[in-house]
DNA sequence: CTCCTTAATGAGAACTGTTATCATTGTATC
DNA sequence: GATACAATGATAACAGTTCTCATTAAGGAG
């Protein structure tokens, strides 16, 4: 009774589940409309919200603004400077380096995001 | 003839340098005005801007803010969720590592930060 | 099925950090 | 000292996100 299946969530899940992309929530709004599916931009944001909370979808912040990314497993992001495209890549640290870190620093590691600035592929072309 | 020396960029930069902590362009205001020094917001932001792209200073970006950093080596941050501190930590990635994701992805890393996301010695007493 | 509680929604205002504008100032160069 | 134009200050504009609040509708109880 403390949280509700409303359609609007269901709608903007539908959006991110299973897709490889990253996007805004200004992305999920016109690919929302697109679909012909009606949902106010604060719901946009609180569902997003709600919907990474849960660890049904992930995020990830590029230059302040946030993206939305189907894709709730723990990876990391390659960002490239020329296209702005962001790319999957896994997870490159090892348990020995987190543990390093938290014994050396007596800082208990929940989470921890690396990310790759730089020219993609088809941009070097 | 195309950068110019003036007493509000020396105002800024003498903020931050050789500080070991993480300040907002807002903290680096308070500082300024503590110190008797009288800058606009905007020509704050303009040399905050202007510093880091000359690497006199760091920046990281904590929640989508900026926050400017004395020290312009490469290192990378520990994040307390608790308190909300920023503490440097070295890089722990080796050549080799970036190596493998540019030879796996095509990708050329110029720039990669890591930020691990926990709760630090203080705040776990 | 109907009633009821309250989580969730929609529209828009408000907020926050940052950048843009533009008239004015002052630094570096001759 | 005159000149060119980089830099400044005040403030408007902007972008992304969160808040407010009246309204709607999940979903459990009877
Ligand atoms: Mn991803
Ligand atoms: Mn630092
Ligand atoms: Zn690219
Ligand atoms: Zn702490």
């Known amino acids: 009774m403390t949280y509700r299946n409303t359609k609007q969530r ?3 899940y539908d959006v991110l589940k299973g897709l490889d992309r990253h996007l805004t929530a200004d992305q999920v709004m016109e690919e929302l409309k697109k679909n012909d599916r009606q949902v106010g931009l604060a ?7 709600h919907l990474h909370e849960n660890n049904m979808i992930g995020k990830v912040l590029k230059d302040g603004v946030a993206l939305y990314d189907g894709n709730p497993e723990p990876h990391d992001h390659l960002h490239c ?5 962001i790319f ?9 380096n987190i543990k390093a870190i938290e014994d050396e ?7 921890y995001f690396t990310t790759f600035e730089g020219v993609c592929n088809d941009c070097k072309k």
Chains 1, 2 share one sequence.
């Open 10 to 12: 269901k709608d903007v």
């Open 43 to 49: 719901t946009v944001y609180r569902n997003l919200h």
């Open 81 to 85: 400077r020329m296209c702005g495209k």
């Open 88 to 96: 999957d890549v896994p997870k490159i640290l090892n348990e020995e």
């Open 105 to 111: 620093k007596g800082f208990s590691v929940e989470e």
